[in-house]
């Protein structure tokens, strides 16, 4: 009798350690489903049209390619953000007070958010992405290569001269309506810079210091000595 007691015991215990690994991999296979729901569901619904332009007299031109003499320790380039993506802006006022007339008539403009990456490969191989969200990532990755200086017209709209935004006087207010771009040392830049202006309203725009979203758009700048 005893003897089937502890057989009965022993098959007991073998059968709720199935069960409890049963239950485990059901858990386990529960919570990768999760993830993977989680993974796909990111819908980006801000398609604001977004630009990189040149202003020339009383117009902004839309930018494609740029093409220029690229000298460490020179300015690339100024380039203008406009909420659009037509191909010629007419301003009929100050550059300031246009865009920020046209940025405040966006139905969703108090949630957005601009943005800028750069992208570019050096003589190592290295593959340099650098992602300004405001003026204390400007100094990061990839700076000493190529550094960029925000700008807010709008702010400075009376102002004959004017600054670049710094990290002490950024704030909810500011508006990046302009950044220019400076070589800090790009002999050892290779090839042709991606330049990429976006606007974001959810940090899950962006991951990974990488945007996601649908509002964006890239130029490329190119050195016309060498990677043009």
């Not at 215990?13 to 858990?27: A, Q, R, T, Y």
């Not at 619904?45 to 630009?51: F, M, R």
């Not at 800028?116 to 003589?123: I, M, S």
């Not at 758009?217 to 060498?226: G, K, R, V, W």
């Amino acid at each position: 009798m005893k003897k089937i007691l502890i057989i009965v015991l022993i098959l007991f215990i073998v059968s709720g350690c199935k069960d409890n690994k049963v239950e485990k991999k059901e858990v386990k296979e529960e919570k990768k489903e999760e993830t993977v729901e989680k993974k796909d569901t990111y819908n980006d619904l801000n398609n604001t049209d977004i630009g990189l332009y040149i202003e020339k007299g009383n117009k902004l031109e839309l930018v494609t390619e740029y093409k220029t003499n690229i000298k460490s320790v020179t300015d690339i380039g100024v380039f203008q953000i406009y909420p659009s993506s037509e191909q010629e802006i007419i301003l009929n006022n100050k550059f300031g007070n246009s865009f920020y007339e046209k940025w405040t008539s966006l139905d969703n403009y108090q949630n957005l958010k601009i943005g800028f990456n750069l992208k570019y490969t050096l003589d190592s191989g290295e593959e340099v992405t650098h992602t300004i969200l405001d003026p204390s990532t400007t100094m990061k990755t990839g700076y000493e290569f190529i550094v960029a200086y925000l700008y807010d017209d709008y702010k400075n709209r009376n102002s004959n001269f004017y600054s670049h935004i710094e990290e002490s006087d950024y704030n909810a207010e500011s508006l990046f309506t302009s950044i220019k771009l400076f070589s800090n040392n790009t002999d050892r830049v290779v090839s042709k810079i991606k330049f990429m202006v976006f606007t974001y309203d959810s940090p899950d725009d962006i991951i990974d210091l990488e945007y996601r979203g649908n509002s964006k758009y890239e130029i490329t700048i190119c050195d016309i000595n060498s990677t043009c």
